[in-house]
């Protein structure tokens, strides 16, 4: 157990819907990333807060969008889905944005949109 | 940005044997090398890092080698059992202060 905790496990819905994933990180940690794994493909790096924060874009499509809050925990918000968007999405976190920091990653959520 | 070719995809090895696993980055800057083990339908779990002022780095039957002049790094992983297999990530974290994954590579152990 990482110490990052991830709701909900599993999600179901349709194309077209909106969904919240949530995630908490270790205690202590004020960054949080956020990942998207596809079948059979790597991480795909989404987006980073840092202590409330925006830090780093990555992949990220503008139907996605996230937050953190000042308890540091983070909500990935995505709308319109599509067939595609089914994935694990993982969140990780880190002490701070330092260099040579781990990433601690979540259990994840799975996203499954009929 | 960052770039980072994981090979080989799928690897195969008899128990007891040496798996290796070889990844190249593209930024110069990258100074964090980070390994992780996935198994199926769980959450990716650090094995093993290495930065950019160390060459070689060892844990048990895990050891990670940086080549800065050439840009690219490798797993190895000695006396393999059935455990180990798993699917496992290189990244590198560079310029950009991202962690960027490679592809992964599905490493099977046979008894």
């Known amino acids: 157990d990482s110490g990052v905790t991830q709701t909900p496990k599993h999600l179901i819905t349709a194309t077209g819907q909106r969904v919240t994933l949530r995630c908490s990180p270790r205690?202590?940690?004020?960054?949080v990333y956020w990942y998207q794994q596809s079948l059979d493909q790597g991480l795909q790096f989404l987006i980073q807060y840092y202590n409330g924060e925006e830090r780093a874009k990555g992949n990220i499509l503008e139907r996605f969008s996230a937050q953190q809050f000042p308890d540091l925990h983070s909500e990935l918000n995505l709308s319109s889905l599509e067939l595609g968007d089914s994935a694990l999405y993982f969140c990780?976190?880190?002490?701070?944005?330092?260099?040579?920091?781990?990433?601690?990653f979540g259990p994840g959520t799975r996203l499954l949109v009929l | 940005g960052e770039n980072v070719e994981q090979h080989p995809s799928t690897l195969s090895v008899q128990e007891g044997d040496s798996a290796v696993i070889k990844c190249t980055y593209s930024d110069s800057a990258s100074n964090y090398f980070p390994w992780y083990k996935q198994e199926l339908g769980k959450r990716p779990q650090l094995i093993i890092d290495?930065?950019?002022?160390?060459g070689e780095k060892k844990d048990q039957r895990i050891a990670v080698t940086l080549n800065k002049t050439a840009k690219h790094f490798s797993l190895h992983i000695t006396e393999t059992q059935p455990e180990d297999s798993a699917v496992y990530f290189c990244a590198a974290r560079g310029s950009a202060r991202q962690l960027t994954f490679g592809s992964g590579t599905q490493l099977t152990v046979l008894p």
């Open positions: 990780a976190s880190s002490v701070a944005n330092r260099l040579g920091e781990t990433q601690y």
């Open positions: 205690s202590g940690d004020l960054s």
């Open positions: 290495i930065r950019s002022n160390v």
